[in-house]
Nanobody, 126 residues
Framework: QLRLVESGGGLVQPGGSLRLSCLLS????????IAWFRQVPGKEREGISC????????TYADSVQGRFTISRDNARNTVYLQMSSLKPEDTANYYC???????????????????WGKGTLVTVST
């Protein structure tokens, strides 16, 4: 079955950078729209970025616009989230998620996603 595995989380100082990876297995990445979400305990899961089946169509939440960049490498079945100028409020568990192949448009709502990874923790702190 389709599986998504995030990696790359860790501790970083404010203003620093991290790159998260989402590896898809069980199917080719090409057909899927992939999105990144994050969640802090006690808060709603927030959609932060989405990429369709090419690098030409991307979406970002206002909270990360200009600081985060999403990309994909279909040959490696991997989607990346490059995070720069990190702030303490970026601290969260970060999840990647996939929409079924028939859905080609990016969505940043959890209800739109069909498959989820288990998350990777990003902590932004001095």
């Amino acid at each position: 079955q389709l599986r998504l595995v995030e990696s790359g989380g860790g501790l970083v100082q404010p203003g620093g950078s991290l790159r998260l990876s989402c590896l898809l297995s069980g199917s080719r990445l090409d057909a899927y729209t992939i999105a990144w979400f994050r969640q802090v305990p006690g808060k709603e899961r927030e959609g932060i970025s989405c990429i369709a089946d090419s690098n030409t169509v991307t979406t970002y939440a206002d909270s990360v616009q200009g600081r985060f960049t999403i990309s994909r490498d279909n040959a490696r079945n991997t989607v990346y989230l490059q995070m720069s100028s990190l702030k303490p409020e970026d601290t969260a568990n970060y999840y990647c998620a996939a929409r079924l192949p028939q859905f080609k448009q990016c969505k940043l709502t959890p209800e739109a996603m069909d498959y989820w990874g288990k998350g990777t923790l990003v902590t932004v702190s001095t």
